[in-house]
């Protein structure tokens, strides 16, 4: 079946146009001071005209909303989900097993980590001291994207 989405894809990946693909990121936070902080961080590693940063701080429809808005990447405050975290990235990861996740996290701990990464999270980060590094991984995974 031929889509909007595919026609979009095919014209962004064909060289003569030399256009980046849209990049979309969204953030899971419901602490209005984390989600402003990351989003302040990420600006400057994203095309402002071109890349999408969205929050979502109801969860209530989390996985439609990954769903429908097919992102590429997943900023989760894993304090934010509590007692349904691992079950929900796995589920994203079900629903959209491409896009990366990346999981912040006040309980830096190896059993932990482990398990979120079995569930399908790509990065670990230790919101108190590690959130500088999300620059970067966004910067990395950007230039492979496109």
């Known amino acids: 079946m031929y889509t909007a989405e595919n026609e979009i894809k095919t014209f962004n990946n064909n060289p003569i146009f030399n256009k980046e693909r849209v990049m979309k990121i969204l953030i899971v936070d419901d602490s209005e001071i984390i989600y402003k902080r990351i989003e302040k961080l990420i600006t400057p590693c994203i095309d402002r005209n071109q890349d999408i940063i969205t929050v979502i701080s109801d969860f209530d429809n989390l996985l439609m909303d990954v769903y429908h808005m097919s992102p590429d990447v997943i900023i989760l405050n894993t304090y934010s989900l509590r007692g349904t975290l691992i079950e929900t990235v796995r589920a994203i990861k079900t629903i959209r097993s491409q896009l990366k996740i ?39 995974f950007k230039n492979k994207f496109n």
């Open 102 to 140: 990346i999981s912040l996290t006040e309980f830096f701990d190896k059993t932990f980590e482990n398990l979120l990464k079995k569930a399908g999270s790509d990065f670990f980060i230790d919101i108190a001291s590690g959130v500088d590094q999300i620059p970067g991984i966004i910067t990395d």
